[in-house]
């Protein structure tokens, strides 16, 4: 594998699926396999658990790791070519790029949708820059549509815990007071997708994703309706996709905040949220720490998910 940035990218989920349960048998099996190769972590936005998963990983394979946060102590870079740069930001991307490049073999990128043009953000324009110039294997820690890691983890974490072949799973929209990128949910529906799982979302009206992501998925406007007989609750909020409210706040309504009678409509579900969670918007307290809520192991996949993602690229180094 040379980038990753979506479920194509991985080639067959089963197989992926297989390799991971591997490696978290013994995480470190291939700790040889990353020595004298850096990677490179570049962060546009904060994060927690993408930045300490995959860095984790890293070692696991023995690499090296580096992280920036261009936010925080390196120069504002511009990312439209063109641009006379007599603003507050003084280094391009294009120069950056390269640059960072030759200090690395591997780039892990998070950048999220900026919400100025929909049609710039779902062009993933800011990674596949990367991926253009950087002469690097590059794989998304959170992209403007997409969060790979995120969705492969979640997979895992399903996988473990499903006791039936074809589990119903429910992403359920659940309000924010802040506006979210739609790249959680995008990449979830990709993913869900690419199973042969029963997969439903719900969401108030005006909050329907992209259609490439929605796919086959049944969408359900009656969020209690679309909770029964569920096996696992995926909760997320996200911003408006449709335009002319594209990257707004339509509803924070917190009738759709998962608690614990709406839990009591499904199959006993498991609960699940990417992290980080706002409690008592998206989620109750007693939801979040019911015996149901696997959100913690969830997270834990993390590692794995970007330990296979890692192996996948480093195999593809060697390779070339
Ligand atoms: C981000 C999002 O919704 O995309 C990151 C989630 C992994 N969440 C926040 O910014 C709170
Ligand atoms: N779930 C996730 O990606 O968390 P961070 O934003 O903390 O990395």
Redesign the pocket.
Known sequence: MRNFTCVQDLGDLNEALQEAFEIKKDRFQFSTLGKNKTLLMIFF??SL??RLSTQKAAMNLGMNTMVLDVNQGAWKLETERGVIMDGDKPEHLLEAIPVMASYCDVIGVRA?ALFENRDEDYSEKIINQFIQYSGRPVFSM?AATR?PL?SFADLITIEEYKTTPRPKVVLTWAPHP?A??Q??PNSFAEWMNATDYDFVITHPKGYELDAQFVGNATVEYDQAKAFEGADFIYA???SAFQEPHYGEVLSTDRAWTVDTAKMALTNNAHFMH???VRRNMIVTDDVIESDRSIVIPEAANREISAQVVLKKILEGLDAK
């Open positions: 936005n904060s658990r993408t999220f959170e969060h995120q802040k979210l990128p790249a959680v997320k909020n996200w990417c992290l980080p």
